[in-house]
């Protein structure tokens, strides 16, 4: 997506123990200064990072394989997850509803390289966007 000349490619969302990248967006610090456009920011990042995280729990529910170590060929895993997260898809439009107990998310980190574009410009772009 082009926001206002800067290129912005699919982002992780997180919460601020992790660092700023061009891949990873994360709140603001808060240190009382915030602008309303910085704390509008933070506001819909920590929403679409709480409708991610449930949406990975009740992934993880569903598929109980997910909620614990995957004991197969690493080369093998993606295609787990992504089949799991396919099937758990076409349950939701099948409307195959199940209570999921709460489960935590795992928050382990991928290394992406970095790209050009700096972090601060991304999430930059992103506020003016939003705001």
């Known amino acids: 997506m082009d926001l206002n000349g800067t290129q912005i490619r699919p982002l992780i969302l997180g919460d601020s123990a992790y660092p700023l990248k061009s891949w990873l967006m994360r709140p603001f610090q808060d240190n009382g200064a915030l602008t309303p456009a910085q704390r509008h920011f933070n506001k ?53 509803d199940f209570d999921v107990p709460r489960l935590s998310v795992c928050r382990e980190q991928q290394n992406v390289g970095e790209d050009e574009v700096g972090p601060q410009d991304i999430r930059q772009a992103i506020v003016d966007y939003l705001f």
């Open 44 to 96: 819909e990042l920590n929403q679409g990072r709480i409708v991610v995280e449930h949406g990975f729990g009740q992934t993880k529910g569903r598929w109980r394989c997910l909620d614990k170590r995957i004991d197969e060929d690493t080369r093998r895993i993606p295609h787990t997850i992504i089949a799991c997260c396919v099937l758990h898809n076409i349950c939701i439009l099948l409307h195959d």
